[in-house]
T-cell receptor
Framework: DQQVKQNSPSLSVQEGRISILNCDYT??????FLWYKKYPAEGPTFLIS?????DKNEDGRFTVFLNKSAKHLSLHIVPSQPGDSAVYFC???????????FGQGTRLTINP | DAGVIQSPRHEVTEMGQEVTLRCKPI?????LFWYRQTMMRGLELLIY????????DSGMPEDRFSAKMPNASFSTLKIQPSEPRDSAVYFC?????????????FGSGTRLTVV
């Protein structure tokens, strides 16, 4: 039972344009959401997070949007750069829980 | 800080052999997690520890898998006997309570191939 789903295995975007990565979840007890970025032969690294009391969080070129009623979150990258090419994982946790539940990941490729 | 250190980086073994993966968490982190990455399921949590005590091992696929954390600076994940379907990248991660501001720190992973 996949509680966190990333339905797009891959995404290709032109440099300078907006990249939008999507994530859906099924567990209504999730109240904290994170995005991780992973380069080949490296471990995932934390990128940005959002609490369920917010619907948007920004950090430079990265913005995460949360739609609780739709159980959907998205990561926007503007403008996209070649160094953004990586696999992006969405993750979620319940209040008070230490463990994170991850999605399958989306491979983002930024084309020059 | 050297980060989370995993060894070996790559392991190739024959079916039926015992495999031991190792992890050194970041000093001061009191949580340690073992994840497995596959194409189909992404990052799956296998087991996690708090202050060296296993808290949740519900993700361990079978009795062939076992994990220990004998002290705050070392953990092992053992597969005995190994099978080809165990081939995956295994990640160790650590965090402090209150991780929500900055997430976990992952190691670079061990790529396991069982032939």
């Amino acid at each position: 039972d996949q509680q966190v789903k990333q339905n797009s295995p891959s995404l290709s975007v032109q440099e300078g344009r907006i990249s939008i990565l999507n994530c859906d979840y099924t567990n209504s007890m999730f109240d904290y959401f994170l995005w991780y970025k992973k380069y080949p032969a490296e471990g995932p690294t934390f990128l940005i997070s959002i609490s369920s009391i917010k619907d948007k969080n920004e950090d430079g070129r990265f913005t995460v949007f949360l739609n609780k009623s739709a159980k959907h979150l998205s990561l926007h990258i503007v403008p996209s750069q070649p160094g953004d090419s990586a696999v992006y994982f969405c993750a979620a946790s319940e209040w008070g829980a230490q463990k994170l539940v991850f999605g399958q990941g989306t491979r983002l490729t930024i084309n020059p | 800080d050297a980060g989370v250190i995993q060894s070996p980086r790559h392991e190739v073994t024959e079916m039926g052999q015992e495999v031991t993966l190792r992890c050194k968490p970041i000093s001061g982190h009191d949580y340690l997690f073992w994840y497995r990455q596959t194409m189909m399921r992404g990052l799956e949590l296998l087991i996690y520890f708090n202050n060296n005590v296993p808290i949740d091992d519900s993700g361990m696929p079978e009795d062939r898998f076992s994990a220990k954390m004998p002290n705050a600076s070392f953990s092992t994940l053992k597969i005995q006997p190994s099978e080809p379907r165990d081939s995956a990248v295994y990640f160790c991660a650590s965090s402090m309570a209150g991780y929500r501001n900055y997430g976990y720190t992952f190691g670079s992973g061990t790529r396991l191939t069982v032939v």
